[in-house]
């Protein structure tokens, strides 16, 4: 796991690697140059995490723009575009938007978790 911290505005990036793979990689200097404006490659993903991340972060009230692109349907990897009104850290935004997707997965495997412990109650009779 790698960190990267943005001094000036307190935001902390994290890259982290698989034995061979990075799962996310940042472009730094633009981000740099403009922290309001994001692009990410996250690898070992598709369309379920990329349209989902954009339907989340699409939702919130500082995002101005959010999109997402599979370069090609042979590589497993995503793009995701990220911009946010001046003055608020994309970074952050999309740090958000991963813990409210991470809340809603967590509720879905809840209830999933549940009706399957109540049908497979009710079939062993």
């Not at 633009?30 to 309001?36: A, C, I, L, Q």
């Not at 070992?44 to 699409?58: F, R």
Request: hydrophobic fraction near 40%; charge should be negative; include cysteine.
């Amino acid at each position: 796991m790698t960190s990267l911290l943005d001094s000036e505005r307190k935001v902390e990036i994290v890259i982290f690697f698989s034995l061979t793979v990075p799962l996310f990689q940042l472009d730094v200097d633009s981000f740099r140059s403009d922290p309001s404006n994001l692009t990410v490659i996250l690898y070992e993903e598709d369309h379920t995490i990329g349209n989902s991340l954009k339907h989340v972060l699409c939702k919130m009230r500082d995002v101005e723009f959010c999109g997402y692109n599979v370069p090609h349907p042979l590589e497993d990897k995503i793009l995701i575009r990220l911009q946010t009104k001046r003055g608020v850290s994309a970074a952050s935004t999309l740090m958000k938007g991963f813990e409210e997707l991470e809340c809603i997965f967590a509720s879905i495997r809840q209830k999933f978790d549940s009706s399957y412990a109540l049908y497979t109650t009710n079939t062993e009779d």
